[in-house]
């Protein structure tokens, strides 16, 4: 592996705050949040315009995030994801409730979170007019890293996700997904022993988004950096979250492994079908099956005990069901079923979950 800048003598965190040892690393709470609310207030409407009601987008959320821990956060839009992380790091201030990061209140002392957490809002404009490397640099200069370590630091992650031959180009030249990149590398310089970002991997490539995680993989493996992460990918986070809660209109509806949550659907089949054109609704058994199936486009898909899914499965590939088929799939229910089957009307609304 290639060597990296060490924190030295004068690493803006102090070591105390990054707890090394191995119990700690099972055991240890980073982040409690207990009952946080948080409301947005009613707007008036002016000159014709529709008022907006009161919001009350986190409504008595509490977490325990264990440190080394990757812990996603998933929900439809609007379920209050956002205002919770702005509200962990120190940024909403909010109506009630607790948060401690590493035995700091960030209620009573929001200014600490800047030393604890590095943060990657879900929208980031502040840096769009420096360059990339400028960005980087600056972001380390701000957390307290001397000259020369944030140019080494800079370097050091530019170079690990690939961003050094846009390291002259200025954010705001970057195309949707590069910027993202940048502003991921600009969150990592000048090392936190949490991360707190917000879907970081909207709008990359399959590429840049394996480059995310390896990055956060890397500094979890070798410096138990502890993980909080907004993402709708629910097929990327099977993979990458150790836990998950799901929020629905600010609440935490669910809070387990994503095998823990896939054992709720445990014993169901996941059944796709996709239609050539459109699905032959004057077949008795195929105008059945859709009431039990999400749809969207030409794709169905059903979750259904086994016995059912055998007769779904003969009835469409049987008879005049088969010439309107494109393609069929079985198999067990993926964390995406999981998310569909929990939520409510918030959820089902959502078709497409799979943003990036
Ligand atoms: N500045 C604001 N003023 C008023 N209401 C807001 C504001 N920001 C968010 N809201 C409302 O608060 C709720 C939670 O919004 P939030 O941005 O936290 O959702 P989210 O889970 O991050 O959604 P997304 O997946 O779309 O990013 C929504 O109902 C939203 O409309
Ligand atoms: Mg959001």
């Not at 690939?162 to 949707?176: I, N, Q, V, W």
């Amino acid at each position: 592996m290639r060597p990296r800048a060490q924190s030295g003598a004068s690493d803006p965190v102090p070591s105390y705050l990054v707890s090394t040892g191995t119990a700690q690393a099972q055991t240890g709470t980073v982040c409690a949040v207990r009952d946080l609310v948080r409301t947005y207030p009613a707007v008036r409407g002016r000159r014709g315009a529709a008022a907006i009601p009161e919001v009350r987008a986190t409504d008595g959320i509490s977490l325990d995030v264990r440190q080394g821990e990757i812990f996603g956060l998933l929900g439809p839009n609007g379920a209050g994801k956002s205002t919770l992380v702005r509200q962990l790091t120190g940024l909403m201030r909010p109506d009630s409730g607790s948060v401690d990061v590493l035995g700091h209140d960030l209620v009573r002392h929001p200014e600490r979170a800047s030393r604890l957490i590095g943060y990657l809002g879900q929208e980031s404009t502040a840096l769009d007019e420096l360059t990339v490397s400028l960005a980087a640099e600056t972001t380390g200069r701000l957390r307290g890293l001397p000259v020369r370590q944030a140019r080494a630091a800079r370097d050091d992650v530019l170079e690990e996700l690939g961003l050094t031959e846009l390291a002259g180009r200025p954010l705001k030249r970057l195309s949707g997904g590069q910027r993202r990149l940048a502003c991921f590398a600009a969150t990592l310089v000048g090392e936190r022993p949490v991360l707190v970002l917000d879907e970081p991997t909207t709008g990359m490539d399959p590429v840049a988004r394996r480059a995310v995680w390896a990055a956060v993989d890397r500094r979890r493996a070798e410096r138990g950096v502890t993980v909080l992460l907004v993402t709708h990918n629910v097929i990327e986070a099977e993979t990458v979250l150790d836990r998950v809660a799901v929020l629905e209109r600010g609440k935490v509806i669910a809070c387990d492994t994503p095998h823990g949550l896939k054992e709720q659907v445990a014993g169901e089949v996941r059944v796709e079908l996709v239609w050539r054109e459109r699905a032959p609704m004057d077949v008795p058994e195929v105008a059945a099956l859709r009431g039990s199936a999400t749809e969207s486009g030409r794709r169905w898909v059903l979750r259904l005990a086994p016995d059912e899914a055998r007769a779904a499965v003969a009835a469409v590939t049987g008879g005049a069901a088969f010439a309107a088929l494109d393609d069929f799939t079985l198999a067990t229910p993926s964390l995406e079923d999981v998310y569909l089957a929990l939520g409510g009307d918030a959820v089902r609304a959502t078709e497409g979950l799979v943003k990036a």
